[in-house]
């Protein structure tokens, strides 16, 4: 199909078909630069307007462009040493559609076929990274055969005829990971936590999991050799399923940071963060000798220490302490000159990390 101005599309879907088949027939990948939805489009117009368009469309208008042209961004970072490819080119070559005076389809409004580098030949357009991805049923099969331990160049040439597509040997390690990939069963963990003597407990919650404590014989001595003083951290993107790790530290005597606990989460809601920090406290006796908690700003996080450790004194860590004095040390919150702001920061800075009473 040849692209002609004022063509009509019913619907995205239909102009999703029309790209691909675009591609193809000139060599040629197209990526969508700019864009806005109906929903955005819809808060710039009257309700009953907006009630009378197609759905279907998805967009307002829509522009797809040659891949070898890029977005403009800001540049943050002037110099770097970072090596980076790129297919921006600047190429010149798009196709516009926007919506009908009746809302009822994308019209083609303008285009441009001439790009200004060379024309793909079937070959490198088939190693262009968008043709090499595989689809999850071909991932499948592979995932399969690999478990087979097969020449992985053999099962290279098996993937590529199955696809029909141009592909590399590494796609064949990754399909290896994909298979050594750990998974979320609980039954599988909870073996490996008995492997490793550790003491665990889970909350469940209408019979589904939401949170698991667990603690080893190590972290047990190390949390009884030093207790004055704990640490409690969350971090996020460890787990696959966007789990919050709770990490209960404590700081040896030549100030290296040791693990004592460790809780995972399914949401960070106050319930089931008492409930990992109680069942801390249940299992650990020397707890009562706790005397500071240092934590993050988390406010959640530090009204349930509160409720389990009245009597420890909870500070915040360095790193927030001067999150908050970059925030509140400014020009126009104190009334003082940007440089008297950047030297109470430095002051404070340096009596931060002050390691005499003579330097502090």
């Excluded at 009746?102 to 793909?120: R, T």
């Excluded at 262009?128 to 040439?157: C, F, S």
Aim: a positive charge; proline letters at 1%.
């Amino acid at each position: 199909m040849n692209p002609q101005i004022d063509m009509k599309f019913n619907s995205y879907e239909e102009i999703t078909n029309f790209m691909n088949e675009y591609k193809q027939t000139t060599l040629s990948v197209y990526w969508i630069r700019d864009n806005r939805t109906l929903q955005s489009a819809g808060k710039r117009m009257k309700k009953d307007r907006f009630d009378t368009l197609n759905q279907n469309l998805k967009y307002s208008y829509v522009k797809f462009s040659c891949i070898h042209r890029s977005q403009k961004f800001r540049v943050k970072i002037k110099t770097s040493n970072r090596k980076a490819f790129t297919f921006n080119q600047e190429c010149g070559a798009f196709i516009y559609f926007s919506l009908s005076k009746n809302g009822q389809h994308l019209v083609l409004k303008s285009m441009s076929e001439k790009h200004n580098h060379l024309a793909n030949t079937k070959k490198t357009f088939n190693h262009l990274p968008n043709q090499r991805k595989l689809n999850k049923k071909v991932i499948d099969e592979a995932a399969e055969l690999q478990a087979l331990r097969p020449n992985k160049k053999l099962l290279l040439k098996n993937v590529s005829d199955t696809s029909g597509q141009t592909l590399l040997l590494r796609y064949i390690t990754n399909i290896s990971k994909i298979i050594n990939t750990y998974s979320n069963d609980l039954a599988a963990c909870l073996p490996t936590l008995e492997k490793h003597n550790c003491e665990y407990e889970v909350l469940v919650e209408d019979k589904e999991f939401r949170g698991l404590f667990f603690q080893n014989d190590d972290m047990k001595r190390n949390f009884d050799a030093y207790p004055e003083i704990g640490l409690l951290d969350s971090t996020y993107k460890l787990l696959n399923f966007n789990g919050v790790v709770y990490l209960f530290i404590v700081e040896d005597s030549i100030g290296c940071s040791e693990i004592i606990a460790v809780g995972i989460l399914v949401f960070e809601i106050k319930e089931y963060i008492n409930w990992s920090i109680s069942t801390f406290k249940s299992k650990n006796d020397n707890s009562i000798l706790i005397k500071i908690f240092m934590t993050d700003k988390d406010e959640t996080m530090r009204s349930v220490l509160k409720c389990n450790f009245s009597t420890t004194k909870l500070i915040l860590c360095k790193f927030h302490v001067f999150q908050i004095f970059k925030h509140e040390i400014t020009s126009s919150k104190l009334g003082i000159t940007s440089i008297e702001e950047t030297r109470a920061k430095e002051y404070l800075q340096q009596i931060s990390y002050a390691k005499s009473d003579q330097q502090y």
